[in-house]
T-cell receptor, first 116, second 110 residues
Framework: GAVVSQHPSWVICKSGTSVKIECRSL??????MFWYRQFPKQSLMLMAT?????????EQGVEKDKFLINHASLTLSTLTVTSAHPEDSSFYIC????????????FGQGTRLTVV | QKEVEQDPGPLSVPEGAIVSLNCTYS??????FMWYRQYSRKGPELLMY????GNKEDGRFTAQVDKSSKYISLFIRDSQPSDSATYLC??????????FGAGTTVTVRA
């Protein structure tokens, strides 16, 4: 089956620093990837849609200057949380939509971010 | 009002029981309906996918969609302890952006 790998699985960073999270589709190409955030005991909330070779589109209320998304290749999208604060601590999950075929997007295993 | 409502539970059932999960939604533009299983600190795994109203069966899992009532269900027959997880309903329009329910935590007791 299709595999989407996120790295790192977990990260602890100091308040004010930036953290980069990678999302890779290992065995398929993905023109479109999605970034979600999940707070404890809450649902996944879509943050942004990442399109290869173009700017990401952000959902209402998501700060594009704080959550920088880069989709430079058909197999890699990155999310950078800039100037992280404790309230940014959350579970970040990406999904990748295969460029060919009629299928749903496949999810990565998620990244647990803790800002101290 | 949330677009997708799902009772977070928790739900505890004995092994072998039928697990019944459901979600309601308010956006009539939703066309595609999914159920995901999520284990703790992991990404969601797609279980069932339906497009139209009606039933869809896959092994021990049955998904139901009633678009007229804006109501979807997932049934798990002969539940096993390995079915213990959080189950998320999700739905979308044609653009592949998913709207998720809050998730229901299910425990199947041996």
């Amino acid at each position: 089956g299709a595999v989407v790998s996120q790295h790192p699985s977990w990260v602890i960073c100091k308040s004010g620093t930036s953290v980069k999270i990678e999302c890779r589709s290992l065995d398929f190409q993905a023109t479109t990837m999605f970034w979600y955030r999940q707070f404890p005991k809450q649902s996944l909330m879509l943050m942004a849609t990442s399109n290869e070779g173009s700017k990401a589109t952000y959902e209402q209320g998501v700060e594009k200057d704080k959550f920088l998304i880069n989709h430079a290749s058909l197999t890699l999208s990155t999310l950078t949380v800039t100037s992280a604060h404790p309230e940014d601590s959350s579970f970040y999950i990406c999904s990748a939509l295969p460029s060919v075929g009629n299928t749903e997007a496949f999810f990565g295993q998620g990244t647990r971010l803790t800002v101290v | 009002q949330k677009e997708v409502e799902q009772d977070p539970g928790p739900l505890s059932v004995p092994e072998g029981a039928i697990v019944s999960l459901n979600c309601t939604y308010s956006n009539s533009a939703f066309q595609y309906f999914m159920w995901y299983r999520q284990y703790s600190r992991k990404g969601p795994e797609l279980l069932m996918y339906t497009y139209s109203s009606g039933n869809k069966e896959d092994g021990r899992f049955t998904a139901q969609v009633d678009k007229s009532s804006k109501y979807i269900s997932l049934f798990i027959r002969d539940s096993q302890p390995s079915d213990s997880a959080t189950y998320l309903c999700a739905m979308r329009r044609g653009d592949y952006k998913l709207s998720f329910g809050a998730g229901t935590t299910v425990t199947v007791r041996a």
